[in-house]
């Protein structure tokens, strides 16, 4: 069993990076309960699924498939010993920071209980782009968090509920087409062989399905 070591929510900033203006991706624990529901479509419903937290990249982040964001202590951790650098939690934009749990090496679709209500089902890893880049101020970041392929997980909401820092999180139900995080992230930056057996698979988004099978080689 896992836990929730911090949740995080936006602390709005400039963002000189796009044209958006201000970003979200600053995220800072904090120390109250804080609700989570489905928020809706990613252009026209509430953007984040934690009640309080921020979105402004609305094209791109934010909606029912992309509603929570969790990133693993340990891979924070791995992350340090590379950069020689302290990262703090919320430093990458996670609504969650886990502990105990193997974020990447989820099944796209399994079921994660947090506390007693709250129910979230991952579906994605987090693709890297330049606002992240510029937040982490390394050269080439976005190749680099590629290549080592720990992008976290993006989740939807499955069961509305309440969730603090320390609440245990349980996997409930495991898929049995086995296909993780860390191997859709892989299929869709680095390996396009992938692709057919990944647009298969039960859980991916259904826009996120169509823009892999466009870029599946056409059959003659």
């Known amino acids: ?94 609504n969650l920071t886990t502990e105990g749990i193997d974020v990447n090496g989820a099944v796209i679709g399994e079921r994660w209980r947090i506390g007693p209500r709250l129910v979230l089902q991952p579906t994605f890893g987090r693709i890297p782009h330049v606002t992240f880049q510029h937040k982490m101020g390394e050269p080439r970041w976005v190749k680099t968090f590629t290549r080592a392929n720990r992008p976290g997980a993006y989740l939807r909401v499955l069961q509305e509920g309440d969730l603090w820092a320390g609440d245990p999180v349980t996997v409930e139900d495991r898929p049995a087409h086995g296909v993780t995080i860390a191997q859709a992230f892989r299929a869709y930056m680095t390996e396009p062989e992938l692709l057919p057996a990944l647009v298969e698979t039960d859980g991916l988004p259904d826009d996120l399905r169509a823009t892999l099978a466009e870029r599946l080689p056409q059959r003659r």
């Open 1 to 94: 069993m896992g836990r929730i070591l911090s949740v995080n929510l936006a602390v709005p900033e400039p963002n000189p990076a796009k044209g958006v203006g201000i970003t979200g991706i600053n995220k800072r624990p904090v120390d109250h309960l804080v609700s989570v529901r489905a928020p809706g479509p990613k252009t026209t419903g509430l953007h984040s699924g934690l009640v309080g937290d921020q979105i402004f990249d609305i094209e791109h982040h934010g909606g029912d498939d992309q509603a929570v964001y969790a990133y693993a202590r340990e891979d924070y951790d791995w992350w340090q010993a590379r950069l020689s650098r302290r990262l703090a939690n919320g430093l990458f934009g996670e």
